[in-house]
Protein backbone atom coordinates (compact mmCIF):
# COMPACT_ATOMS: atom_id res chain seq x y z
CA UNK A 1 0.00 0.00 0.00
CA UNK A 2 1.45 3.37 -0.83
CA UNK A 3 1.29 5.94 1.79
CA UNK A 4 -1.75 8.95 1.72
CA UNK A 5 -0.51 12.20 0.20
CA UNK A 6 -3.18 15.26 0.28
CA UNK A 7 -3.59 17.58 -2.41
CA UNK A 8 -4.71 21.08 -2.30
CA UNK A 9 -5.41 22.01 -5.21
CA UNK A 10 -6.09 25.75 -5.85
CA UNK A 11 -8.68 27.52 -8.10
CA UNK A 12 -8.61 29.18 -10.18
CA UNK A 13 -5.69 28.14 -11.54
CA UNK A 14 -4.34 27.37 -15.48
CA UNK A 15 -6.11 29.13 -18.24
CA UNK A 16 -7.47 32.42 -17.93
CA UNK A 17 -9.58 34.11 -20.62
CA UNK A 18 -6.68 36.22 -22.26
CA UNK A 19 -4.29 32.99 -22.83
CA UNK A 20 -7.91 30.53 -24.08
CA UNK A 21 -8.62 34.00 -26.65
CA UNK A 22 -4.88 34.18 -27.62
CA UNK A 23 -4.12 30.31 -28.48
CA UNK A 24 -7.79 29.94 -30.39
CA UNK A 25 -6.47 32.79 -32.54
CA UNK A 26 -3.49 31.22 -33.83
CA UNK A 27 -5.93 27.70 -34.44
CA UNK A 28 -8.78 29.31 -35.88
CA UNK A 29 -6.07 31.37 -38.09
CA UNK A 30 -4.50 27.76 -39.04
CA UNK A 31 -8.04 26.70 -39.96
CA UNK A 32 -8.83 29.94 -41.84
CA UNK A 33 -5.97 30.53 -43.75
CA UNK A 34 -3.96 27.09 -43.50
CA UNK A 35 -0.18 26.43 -42.55
CA UNK A 36 1.94 28.58 -42.09
CA UNK A 37 1.00 30.98 -39.61
CA UNK A 38 3.87 33.23 -37.92
CA UNK A 39 3.40 34.01 -34.32
CA UNK A 40 5.66 36.48 -33.32
CA UNK A 41 7.01 35.89 -30.00
CA UNK A 42 5.19 32.59 -27.86
CA UNK A 43 1.57 33.64 -27.88
CA UNK A 44 2.00 32.78 -24.30
CA UNK A 45 4.89 31.61 -22.11
CA UNK A 46 4.49 27.82 -22.19
CA UNK A 47 6.81 25.37 -24.05
CA UNK A 48 3.80 23.00 -24.33
CA UNK A 49 1.40 25.26 -26.05
CA UNK A 50 4.03 26.48 -28.35
CA UNK A 51 4.73 23.23 -29.67
CA UNK A 52 1.52 21.81 -29.78
CA UNK A 53 0.31 24.72 -32.20
CA UNK A 54 4.03 24.41 -33.83
CA UNK A 55 2.68 20.95 -34.86
CA UNK A 56 -0.21 22.26 -36.53
CA UNK A 57 1.82 24.29 -38.27
CA UNK A 58 2.60 27.88 -36.27
CA UNK A 59 5.98 29.14 -36.98
CA UNK A 60 7.20 31.15 -33.95
CA UNK A 61 10.02 33.70 -34.78
CA UNK A 62 10.62 36.67 -32.62
CA UNK A 63 10.65 39.93 -34.67
CA UNK A 64 8.58 40.87 -38.00
CA UNK A 65 11.94 40.95 -40.47
CA UNK A 66 12.03 36.89 -39.96
CA UNK A 67 8.65 36.40 -41.58
CA UNK A 68 7.88 36.82 -45.52
CA UNK A 69 5.44 39.52 -46.48
CA UNK A 70 2.46 37.68 -47.78
CA UNK A 71 1.55 34.91 -44.26
CA UNK A 72 -0.66 35.70 -41.48
CA UNK A 73 1.15 36.70 -38.67
CA UNK A 74 -0.22 36.90 -34.98
CA UNK A 75 1.10 39.19 -32.44
CA UNK A 76 1.06 37.48 -29.07
CA UNK A 77 -0.99 38.12 -25.50
CA UNK A 78 1.69 39.79 -24.14
CA UNK A 79 1.06 43.04 -26.40
CA UNK A 80 3.91 44.91 -28.75
CA UNK A 81 4.94 48.49 -28.95
CA UNK A 82 2.75 50.46 -31.87
CA UNK A 83 5.80 50.44 -34.00
CA UNK A 84 5.27 46.34 -34.88
CA UNK A 85 1.83 46.99 -36.40
CA UNK A 86 3.15 50.20 -38.15
CA UNK A 87 5.80 48.08 -39.40
CA UNK A 88 3.41 45.17 -40.17
CA UNK A 89 0.91 47.95 -42.08
CA UNK A 90 4.27 49.59 -43.92
CA UNK A 91 4.82 46.07 -45.18
CA UNK A 92 0.60 45.21 -46.02
CA UNK A 93 0.68 42.31 -44.15
CA UNK A 94 -2.40 40.39 -42.40
CA UNK A 95 -1.67 40.44 -38.71
CA UNK A 96 -3.87 39.36 -35.79
CA UNK A 97 -3.85 40.60 -32.51
CA UNK A 98 -4.04 38.36 -30.06
CA UNK A 99 -3.12 40.94 -26.99
CA UNK A 100 -5.01 40.46 -24.42
CA UNK A 101 -8.09 42.85 -23.97
CA UNK A 102 -6.70 43.59 -20.30
CA UNK A 103 -3.42 44.67 -21.87
CA UNK A 104 -4.75 46.45 -24.29
CA UNK A 105 -6.94 48.71 -21.74
CA UNK A 106 -3.27 49.42 -20.14
CA UNK A 107 -2.12 50.63 -23.38
CA UNK A 108 -5.00 52.75 -23.67
CA UNK A 109 -4.87 54.60 -19.80
CA UNK A 110 -0.94 54.85 -20.75
CA UNK A 111 -2.04 56.72 -23.87
CA UNK A 112 -4.74 59.00 -22.60
CA UNK A 113 -2.61 59.89 -19.34
CA UNK A 114 0.15 61.29 -22.49
CA UNK A 115 -2.56 63.01 -23.95
CA UNK A 116 -3.98 64.97 -20.99
CA UNK A 117 0.01 65.63 -20.11
CA UNK A 118 0.48 63.17 -17.56
CA UNK A 119 3.93 61.81 -17.48
CA UNK A 120 3.31 57.69 -17.32
CA UNK A 121 5.05 55.51 -14.80
CA UNK A 122 5.16 52.01 -15.32
CA UNK A 123 5.29 49.85 -12.10
CA UNK A 124 6.74 46.00 -14.25
CA UNK A 125 9.63 43.93 -15.04
CA UNK A 126 12.23 45.42 -17.15
CA UNK A 127 12.44 43.62 -20.22
CA UNK A 128 9.51 41.43 -19.83
CA UNK A 129 7.81 41.92 -22.95
CA UNK A 130 4.13 43.32 -21.59
CA UNK A 131 6.13 46.25 -20.58
CA UNK A 132 8.39 47.10 -24.01
CA UNK A 133 4.63 46.86 -25.51
CA UNK A 134 3.18 49.01 -22.66
CA UNK A 135 6.35 51.48 -22.81
CA UNK A 136 5.81 51.59 -26.64
CA UNK A 137 2.79 52.85 -26.26
CA UNK A 138 4.22 56.29 -26.33
CA UNK A 139 7.25 57.65 -27.76
CA UNK A 140 10.55 56.77 -26.49
CA UNK A 141 11.30 57.91 -22.97
CA UNK A 142 7.58 58.80 -22.52
CA UNK A 143 6.98 56.24 -19.89
CA UNK A 144 9.54 55.60 -16.79
CA UNK A 145 9.60 52.61 -15.18
CA UNK A 146 10.03 50.97 -11.78
CA UNK A 147 10.75 47.84 -11.04
CA UNK A 148 10.84 48.04 -6.81
CA UNK A 149 9.99 50.37 -4.36
CA UNK A 150 13.92 51.57 -4.18
CA UNK A 151 13.47 52.71 -7.58
CA UNK A 152 10.76 55.38 -6.19
CA UNK A 153 13.04 57.11 -4.30
CA UNK A 154 15.49 57.85 -7.48
CA UNK A 155 13.28 57.94 -10.56
CA UNK A 156 13.39 61.51 -12.01
CA UNK A 157 10.67 63.35 -13.24
CA UNK A 158 9.49 65.89 -15.43
CA UNK A 159 6.96 67.48 -13.10
CA UNK A 160 5.72 66.11 -9.81
CA UNK A 161 2.21 67.30 -9.52
CA UNK A 162 1.33 65.46 -13.43
CA UNK A 163 1.67 62.25 -12.52
CA UNK A 164 0.16 58.60 -13.44
CA UNK A 165 0.72 55.63 -12.89
CA UNK A 166 -0.03 51.62 -14.74
CA UNK A 167 1.06 48.36 -13.95
CA UNK A 168 2.22 45.31 -15.83
CA UNK A 169 -1.11 42.96 -15.45
CA UNK A 170 1.12 40.00 -13.87
CA UNK A 171 2.41 41.29 -10.37
CA UNK A 172 2.69 40.07 -7.08
CA UNK A 173 -0.40 42.17 -6.05
CA UNK A 174 1.32 42.44 -2.46
CA UNK A 175 4.55 43.74 -3.94
CA UNK A 176 2.54 46.24 -5.97
CA UNK A 177 0.63 47.88 -3.48
CA UNK A 178 3.85 48.29 -1.56
CA UNK A 179 5.14 50.18 -4.63
CA UNK A 180 1.84 52.35 -5.15
CA UNK A 181 2.43 53.19 -1.68
CA UNK A 182 5.76 54.59 -2.01
CA UNK A 183 4.80 56.33 -4.90
CA UNK A 184 1.82 57.87 -3.28
CA UNK A 185 4.04 59.48 -0.27
CA UNK A 186 6.55 60.65 -2.68
CA UNK A 187 4.32 61.94 -5.44
CA UNK A 188 0.98 62.25 -3.46
CA UNK A 189 -1.06 63.77 -6.71
CA UNK A 190 -0.21 60.86 -8.67
CA UNK A 191 -3.32 59.52 -10.80
CA UNK A 192 -3.99 55.87 -10.16
CA UNK A 193 -5.63 53.40 -12.65
CA UNK A 194 -9.74 54.06 -13.04
CA UNK A 195 -9.67 50.04 -12.24
CA UNK A 196 -6.95 47.77 -11.03
CA UNK A 197 -4.40 47.32 -13.95
CA UNK A 198 -3.36 44.02 -12.53
CA UNK A 199 -5.86 41.92 -13.79
CA UNK A 200 -8.58 39.67 -12.29
CA UNK A 201 -6.80 36.08 -13.17
CA UNK A 202 -3.22 36.94 -12.04
CA UNK A 203 -5.58 38.37 -8.26
CA UNK A 204 -7.78 34.85 -8.51
CA UNK A 205 -4.47 32.87 -8.45
CA UNK A 206 -2.63 34.89 -5.88
CA UNK A 207 -5.63 34.61 -3.57
CA UNK A 208 -6.47 30.70 -4.21
CA UNK A 209 -2.39 29.87 -3.74
CA UNK A 210 -2.34 32.12 -0.53
CA UNK A 211 -5.25 29.85 0.86
CA UNK A 212 -3.61 26.69 0.38
CA UNK A 213 0.19 27.99 0.88
CA UNK A 214 -0.50 27.60 4.63
CA UNK A 215 -1.71 24.33 4.88
CA UNK A 216 0.56 22.94 2.33
CA UNK A 217 4.16 21.27 3.11
CA UNK A 218 5.24 21.86 -0.41
CA UNK A 219 3.38 23.69 -3.46
CA UNK A 220 4.26 23.14 -6.96
CA UNK A 221 3.24 25.58 -9.62
CA UNK A 222 2.81 24.57 -13.11
CA UNK A 223 4.07 27.18 -15.58
CA UNK A 224 7.23 28.43 -17.01
CA UNK A 225 10.39 30.37 -15.65
CA UNK A 226 9.84 32.85 -18.05
CA UNK A 227 5.69 33.35 -17.03
CA UNK A 228 5.38 35.99 -14.96
CA UNK A 229 2.68 35.57 -13.78
CA UNK A 230 4.07 32.12 -12.78
CA UNK A 231 6.71 32.68 -11.22
CA UNK A 232 4.39 35.20 -8.90
CA UNK A 233 2.51 32.17 -7.44
CA UNK A 234 6.01 30.45 -6.55
CA UNK A 235 6.64 33.83 -4.63
CA UNK A 236 3.23 34.39 -2.81
CA UNK A 237 3.31 31.14 -1.73
CA UNK A 238 6.92 31.13 -0.14
CA UNK A 239 5.33 34.50 1.67
CA UNK A 240 2.37 32.87 2.87
CA UNK A 241 3.25 30.19 4.79
CA UNK A 242 5.39 27.59 2.41
CA UNK A 243 8.82 27.73 1.48
CA UNK A 244 9.10 25.31 -0.15
CA UNK A 245 7.30 26.42 -3.34
CA UNK A 246 8.79 25.53 -6.80
CA UNK A 247 7.76 26.20 -10.61
CA UNK A 248 7.67 22.83 -12.32
CA UNK A 249 7.01 22.72 -16.29
CA UNK A 250 5.55 19.22 -15.80
CA UNK A 251 5.25 16.07 -14.10
CA UNK A 252 8.63 14.47 -15.45
CA UNK A 253 10.22 17.74 -13.86
CA UNK A 254 9.18 16.20 -10.17
CA UNK A 255 11.71 14.98 -8.23
CA UNK A 256 9.07 12.89 -6.35
CA UNK A 257 11.97 11.50 -3.38
CA UNK A 258 11.75 15.59 -2.40
CA UNK A 259 8.43 14.53 -1.90
CA UNK A 260 9.36 11.88 1.00
CA UNK A 261 8.34 14.04 4.47
CA UNK A 262 5.19 15.73 2.71
CA UNK A 263 1.94 14.68 3.84
CA UNK A 264 -0.62 17.83 2.37
CA UNK A 265 1.07 19.18 -1.21
CA UNK A 266 -0.51 22.00 -2.83
CA UNK A 267 -1.17 22.30 -6.51
CA UNK A 268 -2.10 25.43 -8.39
CA UNK A 269 -0.69 26.72 -12.33
CA UNK A 270 -0.27 29.84 -13.89
CA UNK A 271 -2.48 31.13 -16.69
CA UNK A 272 -0.46 30.06 -19.57
CA UNK A 273 -0.31 26.30 -18.60
CA UNK A 274 -3.02 24.19 -20.09
CA UNK A 275 -4.92 21.54 -18.04
CA UNK A 276 -3.12 18.57 -19.48
CA UNK A 277 0.16 19.80 -17.81
CA UNK A 278 -1.87 20.38 -14.54
CA UNK A 279 -3.92 16.33 -14.75
CA UNK A 280 -0.17 14.85 -15.20
CA UNK A 281 1.28 16.24 -12.54
CA UNK A 282 -1.42 14.86 -10.30
CA UNK A 283 -1.68 11.32 -12.15
CA UNK A 284 2.38 11.35 -11.09
CA UNK A 285 1.38 11.84 -7.90
CA UNK A 286 -1.00 9.11 -7.59
CA UNK A 287 0.95 6.43 -9.40
CA UNK A 288 3.21 6.83 -6.07
CA UNK A 289 0.62 7.70 -3.60
CA UNK A 290 -2.79 7.37 -2.25
CA UNK A 291 -4.06 10.62 -3.09
CA UNK A 292 -7.09 12.42 -1.70
CA UNK A 293 -7.68 15.60 -3.75
CA UNK A 294 -8.92 18.58 -1.97
CA UNK A 295 -9.86 21.71 -4.37
CA UNK A 296 -9.70 25.20 -2.34
CA UNK A 297 -11.66 26.65 -4.23
CA UNK A 298 -11.72 30.87 -3.74
CA UNK A 299 -13.49 32.23 -6.49
CA UNK A 300 -15.23 31.11 -9.70
CA UNK A 301 -14.35 32.70 -12.87
CA UNK A 302 -16.97 33.32 -15.88
CA UNK A 303 -14.78 35.87 -18.44
CA UNK A 304 -14.41 34.85 -21.81
CA UNK A 305 -12.96 37.56 -24.49
CA UNK A 306 -14.16 37.45 -28.11
CA UNK A 307 -12.25 36.66 -31.09
CA UNK A 308 -11.65 39.79 -33.75
CA UNK A 309 -14.34 39.65 -35.89
CA UNK A 310 -12.08 38.63 -39.16
CA UNK A 311 -11.60 35.47 -37.67
CA UNK A 312 -15.88 34.39 -37.09
CA UNK A 313 -17.18 36.45 -40.10
CA UNK A 314 -18.72 33.67 -42.02
CA UNK A 315 -16.68 32.88 -45.54
CA UNK A 316 -17.57 35.10 -48.39
O1 LIG B 1 4.80 36.28 -18.44
P1 LIG B 1 3.31 36.51 -18.35
O2 LIG B 1 2.72 36.05 -17.08
O3 LIG B 1 2.98 37.94 -18.67
O4 LIG B 1 2.65 35.71 -19.55
P2 LIG B 1 2.13 34.23 -19.73
O5 LIG B 1 2.77 33.29 -18.79
O6 LIG B 1 2.24 33.92 -21.17
O7 LIG B 1 0.62 34.36 -19.29
C1 LIG B 1 -0.39 34.68 -20.15
C2 LIG B 1 -0.28 36.01 -20.82
C3 LIG B 1 -0.42 37.10 -19.84
C4 LIG B 1 -0.47 38.36 -20.25
O8 LIG B 1 -0.84 39.28 -19.35
FE1 LIG C 1 -5.14 38.79 -19.84
FE2 LIG C 1 -4.68 38.57 -17.26
FE3 LIG C 1 -4.57 36.44 -18.77
FE4 LIG C 1 -2.70 38.31 -18.98
S1 LIG C 1 -3.06 37.00 -17.23
S2 LIG C 1 -3.70 37.26 -20.65
S3 LIG C 1 -3.92 40.17 -18.61
S4 LIG C 1 -6.40 37.70 -18.38
Redesign the pocket.
Known amino acids: MSRPLTILLASPRGF?A??DRAIQIVEVALEKYGAPVYVRHEI???RFVVEGLEAKGAIFVDELDEIPDDVPVVFS??GVPKSIPAEAERRKMFYLDAT?PL?SKVHIEAERHSEQGRQVILIGHAG?P?VVGTMGQLPSGGVVLVESVADVATIEVEDPGNLAYVTQ??LSVDDTAAIVAALQARFPAIAKPRKEDI?YATTNRQQAVKAVAPRADMVLVV??P?????MRLVEVARNHGCERAMLVQRAADIDWAALEDVKVLGVTA???APDILIQEVLQGARDRFDVTIEEITLTREDVVFKLPKVLTAAAE
Do not use: D, L
Not at 226 to 230: E, K, L, T, Y
Open positions: CGVVHNAHCVHETTCGANSSNSGAS
